[in-house]
């Protein structure tokens, strides 16, 4: 597996509160992703990066905001937790952008009750 | 935005039998098609790829096979294997430099003995 790593693996929460998901990755490779995954959906793309400090919405922003203040870290923050926001969230990187491989981390189960 | 559909949602075949899996997509200007395999509780892995200026892949009993006119493409699995088991998701980017891959819902593979 390449070398990426989120934390923590598993939360659960109450509505209303901020939660914050970390991705590092050690590859040096300069393009981030968060996605989730839910039954039936597959999975969707959040939040992308393109660099440090450089940021872009997916499919299913809102409610979601990410920030990248060094190469290796891309975090994802929910500002206040909702129920539909339960899900498993994978980070992925990538060496050369979005027509190339990206490989996943091993992802975070949220539970907002 | 685009849009990807995967077919069969589920799959039986029998221990040795072939499986075919199939993908369609809506935008012309997609040009890589990776698929992932994920095992129950793991991440998201990487197994084959193509790109739209090949029209066949293989690697040893996997392959892909793309047809661009009608905005398809296909994972075929040879000779199955119990550790085949998974579920199998398709996936294509919108064209973008750092776009996030757009996925299909899963096709859960199931390897009767």
């Known amino acids: 597996d390449a070398g990426i790593t989120q934390s923590p693996r598993h939360k659960v929460t109450e509505t209303g509160t901020p939660v914050t998901l970390r991705c590092h990755q050690t590859?040096?490779?300069?393009?981030m992703y968060w996605y989730r995954q839910d039954p039936g959906h597959g999975l969707r793309l959040i939040h992308y990066s393109y660099g440090v400090k450089d940021t872009d919405k997916g499919e299913v922003s809102d409610g979601y905001s990410v920030s990248r203040s060094k190469t290796e870290d891309f975090l994802l923050t929910l500002e206040s937790a909702t129920s539909s926001q339960t899900s498993v969230y994978f980070c992925a990187i990538s060496e050369s952008g979005g027509s190339y491989e990206q490989y996943f981390g091993p992802g975070t189960r949220l539970t907002v009750t | 935005g685009e849009n990807v559909e995967q077919h069969p949602s589920t799959l039986s075949v029998q221990e040795g039998d072939s499986a075919v899996i199939k993908c369609t997509y809506s935008d012309s200007a997609s040009n890589y098609f990776p698929w992932y395999k994920q095992e129950l509780g793991k991440r998201p892995q990487l197994i084959i790829d193509?790109?739209?200026?090949?029209g066949e892949k293989k690697d040893q009993r996997i392959a892909v096979t793309l047809n661009k006119t009608a905005k398809h493409f296909s994972l075929h699995i040879t000779e199955t294997q119990p550790e085949d088991s998974a579920v199998y998701f398709c996936?294509?980017?919108?064209?973008?430099?750092?776009?996030?891959?757009?996925f299909g819902k899963g096709t859960h593979l199931i390897i009767q003995p």
């Open positions: 590859e040096n490779h300069r393009y």
């Open positions: 996936a294509s980017t919108s064209g973008g430099g750092a776009d996030g891959l757009t």
């Open positions: 193509i790109r739209s200026n090949v």
